[in-house]
C-alpha cells in the first residue's frame, strides 16, 4: 500500500498515486442548484469529499480551515493560482472562482477548472477604464453646477412667460368677447331647436286629434321620422362627425366664432400658437419647481394627450 | 376635462324659460297645422272622409 505522505513518492505535479481509488488529476468544480461544490478526494481514507462552497462569505482560508478539520490526515492545504503562485488564505472565493487555480493537499497537486458561472452571479465590478473616469468626471460636474443651472432656467423661463403673457393680453380681450358673440349665437341655436321641435309636437298633435285621425296622421310622423333619420345620416356625411348635442353645439360656437374673428380680422392661428407656447413654457416651470423647490430630480417630459 | 364633468351647469329660471319657449310654439303648430289642413279641403287635395267608430 503506498502512503501518500511517503516523501520519495512525492510526485511531479499531475501525477497522484494512491492504491484504492484513483482520484482524478484534474478535480472539476461543479455547480449544483447554483451553488458551486468542491469534490476533493481526502488522503487518509482516499475518499471524494463534496465541500460546499459560498463565494461571497468564504475566504481560501475558511476552505483549507475546513479541508483540514474534515481529514486530520491532511498536514499542508494550500491554494495557488496556474502559474503556481501561491494566494493568500484571506482571498475571497468568489474572486478565486473567477480562474483555473490549483489546490495542494499533502504535496498532491489538483487542477481545479472553474467552469463558466451563470450571468446571475456576475457582479457589476469591472477594470476601470478611461471611460470611467470620463463618466465620474461628468457626474462630480453635474452635482456642482446643475443647481444654478436650474435656477438659471427658471429664470429665463420667467422672463419668457411675462413676454408672452404681455403678448397674449390684447388678444385675450378680443378673443373672449368673439366667445361671448358666438356662445349667444350657438346658445339661440340650440332653443331655436327647441322651437321647432314644439312646432312640429303641436301640429301634429292637433292634425290627430282635431281635424283628421291617427290612421291619417300615422304614415305621416312615420315619414317625417324617417326624414329626421336622413338628416341625421346626412350631418355625419357632411362634418364627419357624430350628430351628438355637445359636440354639434361645440361646432356652431367654432363657427360662429370664426366667423367673428374674420370680421374683427383676430389672427386666430397666432393666438393659438402663443397659447401652445405658453402651455409648454408653464409645463417647464413645473417641472423646474421639483429640483429647485423640493430637491428632487427633473421630472422627463411626458407626451401630452 | 374631468373637473368639467363634475360641475353641474344650471340655467338660471331654466324650468320656467323650457316652458316660456315650448307652449307658445306649440299653439304657432296647432295654427300652421290648422290653416295647413284648411288649405288642402280648399284645393281638393285631401279630404278625409267622415267615417263613424264601428259598432
Same mark, same amino acid.
Given at each position: 500500500m503506498i502512503h501518500p505522505r511517503q516523501p520519495q513518492w512525492r510526485c511531479p505535479p499531475q501525477v497522484v498515486f494512491c492504491s484504492t481509488v484513483a482520484p482524478s488529476c484534474d478535480v472539476v468544480l461543479q455547480y449544483k442548484h447554483g451553488r458551486p461544490v468542491l469534490a476533493v478526494p481526502l488522503p487518509s481514507r482516499q475518499e471524494s469529499c463534496l465541500f460546499f462552497l459560498r463565494p461571497m462569505l468564504m475566504t481560501v482560508g475558511d476552505l483549507i480551515h475546513d479541508l483540514q478539520r474534515e481529514d486530520p490526515g491532511v498536514t499542508s492545504a494550500s491554494v495557488h493560482t496556474k502559474d503556481g503562485a501561491r494566494v493568500a488564505n484571506s482571498t475571497s472565493i468568489d474572486s478565486l472562482l473567477d480562474k483555473d487555480f490549483q489546490l495542494l493537499i499533502n504535496d498532491a497537486v489538483y487542477n481545479i477548472h472553474s467552469p463558466e458561472r451563470e450571468? %446571475? %452571479?456576475? %457582479?457589476?465590478?469591472h477594470v476601470v477604464d478611461v471611460e470611467d473616469m470620463k463618466h465620474m468626471v461628468q457626474l462630480l460636474h453635474t452635482a456642482l453646477h446643475l443647481p444654478d443651472h436650474h435656477l438659471l432656467k427658471e429664470r429665463q423661463l420667467l422672463e419668457r412667460l411675462d413676454g408672452l403673457k404681455q403678448d397674449l393680453s390684447p388678444l385675450e380681450q378680443v378673443k373672449a368677447q368673439l366667445a361671448r358673440s358666438a356662445e349667444f349665437h350657438s346658445s339661440r341655436t340650440l332653443w331655436t331647436g327647441v322651437a321647432l321641435l314644439s312646432v312640429q309636437g303641436g301640429a301634429l298633435a292637433w292634425l290627430t =286629434? =282635431?281635424? $283628421?285621425s291617427w290612421d291619417v296622421m300615422e304614415p305621416v310622423t312615420y315619414f317625417l321620422t324617417y326624414c329626421t333619420s336622413i338628416g341625421v345620416f346626412s350631418y355625419y356625411v357632411l362634418?364627419?362627425?357624430? $350628430?351628438?348635442y355637445p359636440d354639434a353645439k361645440d361646432r356652431q360656437f367654432l363657427y360662429y366664432f370664426h366667423k367673428g374673428a374674420k370680421k374683427e380680422r383676430f389672427n386666430v392661428q397666432k393666438y393659438n400658437e402663443l397659447r401652445e407656447e405658453l402651455a409648454s413654457v408653464e409645463e417647464d416651470l413645473r417641472r423646474l419647481r421639483n429640483p429647485t423647490q423640493l430637491q428632487l430630480p427633473v421630472e422627463q417630459i411626458q407626451s401630452q394627450p | 376635462m374631468v373637473m368639467e364633468l363634475l360641475t353641474i351647469v344650471q340655467t338660471s329660471f331654466g324650468l320656467f324659460r323650457i316652458a316660456v319657449v315650448v307652449i307658445p310654439f306649440l299653439y304657432v303648430g296647432t295654427l300652421i297645422s290648422n290653416n295647413f289642413a284648411v288649405l288642402l279641403e280648399e284645393h281638393d287635395i285631401f279630404i278625409p272622409e267622415d267615417d263613424d267608430d264601428d259598432d
Open positions: 450571468a %446571475s %452571479s456576475v %457582479s457589476s465590478e =286629434w =282635431w281635424v $283628421y362634418t364627419k362627425q357624430d $350628430y351628438v | -
